[in-house]
């Protein structure tokens, strides 16, 4: 699940008018490193696992409608960052992660 959802945000982000392409790069790459983590997540904690990999589909989508709201939008950002929340501990990376997606899509205006 993981693997499609971070192909879909990938193209999401391609396509994205808004923001510095150095914002898209670094998204990207933000991607890749969350695919890693959820994947190392998944491992132990396979219902959050699911849980972050659902949040971040849910982003995606709400990226690539045609008919944006920007109210969807910002609950699912949100959505994704509650997923991540209590994991500081066992898997620092996995939040800062999350954290730093959520910035990034805020500052570009998602």
Not at 51 to 69: G, N, P, Y
């Amino acid at each position: 699940m993981i693997d499609d959802t971070v192909r879909k945000m990938e193209d999401a982000i391609r396509k994205i008018q808004a923001g510095a392409d150095a914002d898209k790069a670094g998204l990207l790459s933000l991607l890749a490193t969350l695919k890693a983590e959820v994947q190392r997540l998944s491992l132990t904690h396979a219902e959050q696992a699911h849980s972050i990999a659902s949040l971040a589909d849910m982003a995606a989508h709400e990226v690539t409608r045609r008919a944006k709201s920007p109210g969807l939008m910002r609950h699912s950002r949100d959505g994704l960052a509650l997923a991540g929340e209590g994991f500081e501990a066992s898997h620092p990376y996995l939040v800062a992660t999350i954290n730093e997606i959520c910035v990034m899509l805020a500052r570009i205006g998602i």
